[in-house]
């Protein structure tokens, strides 16, 4: 009995052996049977030999476009901008060695297996698309408020942003990337901290309250009465960190609105100037200035907007304001005369007055030193509120739109102007999507925080002193130093006309557009010293179409001007006539250095 199951334990251990032999050379040192990576089956070859088959096989799939949706948008990433690319031997590096364990030698033999796609990225470039991208396709959050039309208080409702989660980017893309023709990544809500019903407070208990009578501002111990429309001008609502809506006024519009009587009791620092007389150059010495910050003002005007009769009543002290530039600092500059003057024209809105002339402060004074570049960003900084800058209108993905800093462009349009007319070097500059009429066709300039910027390097050799000056309607950029070139500028025709597109928008937030036809054009600029020409630099713009949106919504705040359109549907864009123009000649603006006297 015992000898026979000595010989049935050794005839079973010799099958088994018998079969862990065979699965052993079954399995091999390659890659088992049924093994696959995304549907591609690789099993019972070598390591290589499959390495070689995921890569003929995804080539052309991991050069295809890569699909992103979020935000309720496809857009199409290259994987090359991503940095993205299949390990393959990291993939394949899941497969193992071959096992001496009989459970894990039989599995490894006669199961089917789907191996992972282990997906790596340069992160660095992974991150900086993933980032554009959202930049992109995020909608910002528009915080409510009111504004004034009049006398009337306007509601703008608040709007919550939309933005995909960053954080989770990577993770998806690398799960659903060479598995899905779309990868879906979600969407944070950014919620408005303005509410409908604090705006509907403001408006009832502040706004109309505000504007019923006019006020009565003693400054210095004399007193101004600033009636409702002043009053209106210069007043806002910011939205603070607890979702209310602050009062705030602004001195320099409220000074803009009154004009003279604010001049009286507030006038300005007067710097000192430049100025010809008789074909001499003279420094006009400057003179100290009173005024007035936003702060006090806003302390002074905002516990009387709800008072009535007699209480409307506030006391105000006025500041010493020193000028930007001494009589001092104009005579030692060494800067021999005007070099340049350039000045442009606006229509006056109170946003657009209130930028413009914020920008224009910021860069007056400045002095550019031989081989520096100036920097319009850099010199006027973030266009913010908290900056003293308004929102009003800007262009945005080729169409109007409200943001921060609107108007500024004007500054950088006549700077440009200045710097081209100068014969300084010129660095960077970006002209509008499409053309503004009130703007030098291709000699124009936008500017966008922080990366659209204007520069220019003074290569002259010598200081550079701007100075700014405006009105409620133009803007003047001198520079003052030692004119190394004289300057001809060519404008020549206008080419590859476009038409225009015709919309209508019936949502309140519509933004009026008139409609201008789309077209490039060259400008040439002529450098010469002595008469003699040195050489030409061209410069190309190219003006995409501005689309006509007519605004059908009666809310529309910045809607159609005085006569609306019935609702229309969209329609196919009609032809519009477009003026032939020649090459056009600028005259050359220059003025002759001369010898500076102070008086």
């Known amino acids: 009995m015992k000898r026979g199951i000595v010989i049935g334990l050794t005839s079973l251990g010799s099958v088994f052996l018998i079969l862990w032999l065979a699965a052993w050379l079954l399995a091999g040192s390659g890659v088992p049977r049924n093994t696959r990576v995304l549907s591609i089956e690789i099993g019972s070859h070598s390591k290589a030999g499959a390495a070689t088959i995921l890569r003929d096989r995804l080539s052309a799939e991991m050069a295809k476009p890569i699909q992103f949706e979020t935000i309720g948008q496809l857009r199409k990433v290259n994987p090359e901008t991503l940095g993205a690319t299949l390990d393959v031997a990291g993939t394949l590096s899941a497969i193992g060695s071959r096992p001496i364990n009989p459970i894990s030698l039989f599995a490894r033999t006669f199961s089917e297996r789907v191996l992972p796609p282990i997906i790596r990225v340069d992160r660095p470039r992974f991150d900086q698309a993933i980032k554009k991208l959202n930049s992109d396709l995020a909608v910002p959050i528009h915080e409510g408020g009111v504004i004034f039309s009049g006398l009337t208080p306007v509601p703008i409702w608040p709007s919550d942003g939309e933005k ?64 409702p429309s002043k009053l209106a001008y210069s007043m806002s609502f910011i939205p603070n960190l607890d979702g209310h809506l602050d009062v705030h ?24 100037v430049f100025k010809f007389v008789s074909g001499q ?67 006056p809105a109170a946003y657009r007055i209130q930028n413009i002339h914020r920008a224009a402060d910021l860069m007056d004074g400045t002095i550019i030193k031989p081989g520096d570049i100036f920097s319009l960003n850099k010199t006027v900084g973030e266009r913010t509120a908290a900056n003293g800058f308004a929102e009003g209108i800007v262009i945005y993905n080729g169409h109007f739109a409200k943001d921060f800093g609107g108007g500024v462009s004007q500054v950088a349009t006549t700077t440009w102007n200045a710097a081209w007319f100068s014969g300084v070097e010129l660095v960077a500059h970006m002209a509008h999507s499409f053309y503004i009429s009130r703007y030098p066709v291709g000699r124009e300039a936008t500017v966008a925080w922080p990366n659209v910027d ?39 025709p206008r080419k590859n006309i476009k038409n225009f597109a015709i919309y209508d928008d019936d949502s309140p937030t519509c933004i009026h557009q008139d409609g201008v036809v789309g077209f490039d054009i060259d400008v040439t600029r002529i450098l010469k010293t002595a008469g003699a020409e040195v050489r030409r630099e061209v410069i190309r713009t190219h003006y995409v179409p501005e689309d006509r949106i007519s605004c059908t919504n009666p809310e529309a705040v910045f809607g159609n001007p005085p006569l609306r359109r019935s609702a229309k549907p969209k329609v196919t864009p009609r032809p519009m006539p477009v003026p032939s123009t020649t090459p056009t000649p600028t005259p050359t603006n220059s003025i002759s250095p001369t010898p500076l006297t102070t008086s």
Not at 164 to 182: E, G, M, P, T, Y
Not at 210 to 221: E, F, M, R, S, Y
Not at 262 to 267: C, D, E
């Open 281 to 347: 150059a003279h420094v006009y010495p400057s003179v100290l200035g009173r005024t007035i910050s936003d702060e006090i003002l806003t302390q002074a005007l905002s516990p009387i907007l709800v008072a009535t009769g007699t209480d409307r009543r506030a006391s105000i002290t006025t500041t010493a304001l020193q000028p930007r530039i001494t009589t001092e600092d104009a005579g030692g500059l060494g800067i021999r005369g005007q070099v340049v003057k350039f000045t442009t024209w606006y229509p």
């Open 164 to 227: 995909f989660d960053r954080a989770q980017a990577l993770a998806l893309f690398k799960d659903q990337w060479l598995r899905s023709s779309v990868i879906k990544i979600p969407t944070i809500v950014e919620r408005a901290r303005v509410s409908v019903e604090e705006i509907k407070k403001v408006i009832n208990e502040i706004a109309y309250p505000a504007v019923k009578a006019p006020v009565t501002l003693n400054i210095d111990g004399q007193d101004l009465v600033i009636d």
């Open 454 to 492: 204007l520069q220019f390097r003074n290569d002259t050799g010598k200081l550079l002193l701007m100075h700014t000056t405006y009105t409620n309607s133009s803007l003047s950029v001198s520079l003052y130093g030692t004119r190394k070139y004289d300057v001809a500028s060519i404008t020549g």
């Open 249 to 272: 006024f602004s001195s320099h519009l409220l000074g803009n609105s009154l004009g003279g009587p604010w001049s009286k009791l507030v006038p300005p620092a007067q710097d000192a």
